[in-house]
Every structure is written in structure tokens, then in C-alpha cells.
Nanobody
Framework: QVQLVESGGGLVQPGGSLRLSCAASAGSKFSIRAMGWYRQTPGKQREFVATINWSGTYYADSVKGRFTLSRDNAKNTVYLQMNSLKPEDTAVYYC?????WGQGTLVTVSE
């Protein structure tokens, strides 16, 4: 069983920044696993945001150039740096590894 714990969500004004973190449970062979972020708003399907694996880092077109995904293998943690946030980025953000999901962290972009 792998546990994923997200943090870093909150309220930010348009144009602002937030950094989300996702810590994976120890011993989960973190360094060799693909990790990703998804987001979901009420009434919509969960959508892909970004993923990092052995071949590189990939982003949804809607966040490309604004969001940066990185990982710290020593800390079993991935980070999603979100810059130039827009109201349409408002969602619950979920960390993912294969079949495992975190509990989600809410990001609200509003005046």
C-alpha cells in the first residue's frame, strides 16, 4: 500500500503562485516510479495536469509554460510549482502514482 499526502493548496489571486507537494510513503521505490498531478472541478472529470517519469516531464497544454513538476527522490516528494495562476486553474489537485491517489488539495484562484 502506498500513501500519498498532498499539501500546499490555498487561496491565491490571479497571477500569483503556489507550490504543491506530494509526499509518498517510505519504501515505495519512489525514485523509479512515475508520479503525476491531476485536477478536478465539480461536475467535471478529473483531468491530467503533469507527469514525471524516466523519460521526462510532460504537461497538459493548459499549464505548459506556467507549471513546473519536479521531484526530490531523497525526500520521496514531488512538487508542482504553479505560476501565473488563472481562475480556471481553480480545482482540487490530486497526486497520483499508478493506482494510488492522494486525498487532494484545494487550489482557489480568485480576487
Amino acid at each position: 500500500q502506498v500513501q500519498l499526502v498532498e499539501s500546499g493548496g490555498g487561496l491565491v489571486q490571479p497571477g500569483g503562485s503556489l507550490r504543491l507537494s506530494c509526499a509518498a510513503s517510505a519504501g515505495s521505490k519512489f525514485s523509479i516510479r512515475a508520479m503525476g498531478w491531476y485536477r478536478q472541478t465539480p461536475g467535471k472529470q478529473r483531468e491530467f495536469v503533469a507527469t514525471i517519469n524516466w523519460s521526462g516531464t510532460y504537461y497538459a497544454d493548459s499549464v505548459k509554460g506556467r507549471f513546473t513538476l519536479s521531484r526530490d527522490n531523497a525526500k520521496n516528494t514531488v512538487y508542482l510549482q504553479m505560476n501565473s495562476l488563472k481562475p480556471e486553474d481553480t480545482a482540487v489537485y490530486y497526486c497520483n502514482r499508478g493506482e494510488y491517489w492522494g486525498q487532494g488539495t484545494l487550489v482557489t484562484v480568485s480576487e
